[in-house]
């Protein structure tokens, strides 16, 4: 049924036991659910649409949530020791005046930390793990699908190669689409669904400067129209940091959505939108002007609407197919990281591969569908826009703008809809319950 090679025409997969996965997508969704499925003993391989993995060196943070499960693979040690361990969030209006900070990570409580770190190490870390105890051919890269076909007892999946010429297919009893906001999977059930725009562009980049603040804290400046998300994601040996930016600008009225994903972006014209942005504790103009111009990239702030369903018959979704947000909390790879844990788990549960992707759909996809609708409220972000909108001019204290118990509300229930307040991540038992011996 599975001839074990990693690519030609003909029928690939591979063969654990009564079951065989095909994982649709390369990225960080899909590399920890094959490592997760290998934990319980099935064997799955993933199949990238580009020919070679290069993943970009842009900054991901990673919840106690999240940090957990990796730790739970034998992950978690070489991860904190890539990046750095968060201490803390802090949120400033466009002044430079602090509204509202909190501890973050082992420093807030959790038995975990929260790691920011670079995609492009967290890729490295997951993919070595791959091939380490799955095999160098468990990925097989320049293969997109083109399509897929559900039987009674099977999934048969098609691929084509960079030209767009079939390249073969792979048979299995169950198909993840993990192939991301533009999932290929996803538009098989919902034709036609197109990404939502909210009018925003948003520019990242990333440069070694100087530490700032606790030299772990994440710094949110600004309001909903105007503002930049920066943390470090590397310690470098002569002292200073690898600092990942992100900063918003609102699109003119009338100017048409953008299409363009992950393009060299105009620094100059992102530079001139932050001017006055220099503060004793960051020169925020300075970090994006040192940033070297090739290094910067623009993409527009789109997301999906959520949907009813992830799961059909033998196929699923995960991550970004499942449940596209915009990039507000640091949610979207925690999140998917913890749906490829809950999956491996209802996989262990029921013996039936349709029941098992139904049980674990229906754990996630509320407050999935919950968060996409609160990030585009700015979740717990929020706060900025509240105080912009009530003291556009800066104020003497945040309590005479914001009450300490609007800050913490907003604090705590964010946390808790995303399921990483302190109580339950440390209270819970690990997704995966794995047998000893």
């Known amino acids: ?39 319980i003993g099935i064997e799955a391989r993933v199949y990238e649409a580009v020919p070679v993995l290069a ?22 040690d070489t991860l904190a020791a890539a990046g750095i361990l968060t201490q803390e969030l802090a949120f400033y209006n466009k002044h430079g005046q602090l509204i509202w900070t909190e501890p973050r990570g082992r420093a807030a409580g959790y038995r975990w930390p929260q790691i920011s770190i670079s995609r492009g190490e967290l890729h490295k870390v997951l993919l070595g793990a791959i091939r380490e105890r799955l095999g160098a051919g468990a990925v097989v890269t320049g293969h997109r699908l083109s399509g897929f076909e559900q039987r009674d007892d099977a999934v048969v999946a098609r691929f084509n190669d960079p030209s767009g010429q079939p390249v073969g297919e792979a048979e299995g009893d169950i198909l993840i689409g993990a192939d991301g906001i533009h999932s ?3 538009q098989q059930f919902y034709k036609g669904e197109k990404a939502v725009f909210d009018g925003y562009l948003h520019y990242r980049g990333i440069v070694e400067a100087a530490p700032y603040l606790t030299g772990a804290s994440m710094a949110v400046v600004g309001h909903r129209h105007h503002r ?29 959505p953008l299409e363009a994903w992950d393009t060299a972006a105009d620094k100059q014209a992102c530079i001139d939108q932050y001017k006055g942005w220099t503060y004793p504790w960051l020169d925020v103009r ?46 979207a790879g925690s999140q998917a990281i913890v749906d490829g844990r809950v999956l491996a788990a209802s996989l262990m549960a029921h013996r039936d ?10 754990q996630r996809i509320a407050a999935m569908n919950d968060m996409i609708i609160r990030n585009r409220n700015l979740g717990l972000e929020s706060i900025l826009q509240t105080a912009e909108e009530r003291a556009p001019g800066g104020f003497k204290h945040i309590h005479d703008v914001l009450s300490q118990e609007e800050l913490e509300t907003t604090a705590v229930g964010f946390k808790k809809a ?7 991540v440390n209270s819970r038992d690990s997704f995966v319950q794995v047998p000893a011996g």
Not at 293 to 307: F, K, T
Request: proline share 9%.
């Open 228 to 256: 930049a998300i920066i943390y470090p994601v590397m310690r470098r040996p002569n002292g200073k940091v690898l600092i990942n930016w992100l900063a918003y600008t609102k699109i003119p009225p009338g100017a048409p």
């Open 1 to 39: 049924m599975a001839d074990g090679g990693s690519g030609g025409i003909g029928v690939l997969g591979v063969l654990v036991g009564a079951l065989i996965v095909i994982i649709v997508g390369g990225g960080i969704s899909g590399l920890a659910q094959a490592l997760s499925l290998h934990q």
């Open 184 to 186: 290929t999977v996803r």
């Open 55 to 76: 993943p970009l060196g842009y900054g991901i943070n990673l919840q106690p949530n999240a940090v957990r499960e990796l730790f739970a693979l034998g992950l978690g």
């Open 353 to 362: 591969p349709a029941e098992a992707l139904t049980r674990y759909q229906d």
């Open 418 to 424: 995303a399921g990483f307040d302190v109580e339950t």
């Open 286 to 331: 300075g970090l994006f002007e040192a940033t070297p111009a090739g290094d910067v990239l623009q993409l527009p702030n789109v997301d999906r609407d959520p949907i009813p369903r992830w799961s059909f018959g033998r196929v699923t979704l995960i991550g970004d197919a499942a449940h596209p947000m915009q990039p507000v909390g640091a949610q």
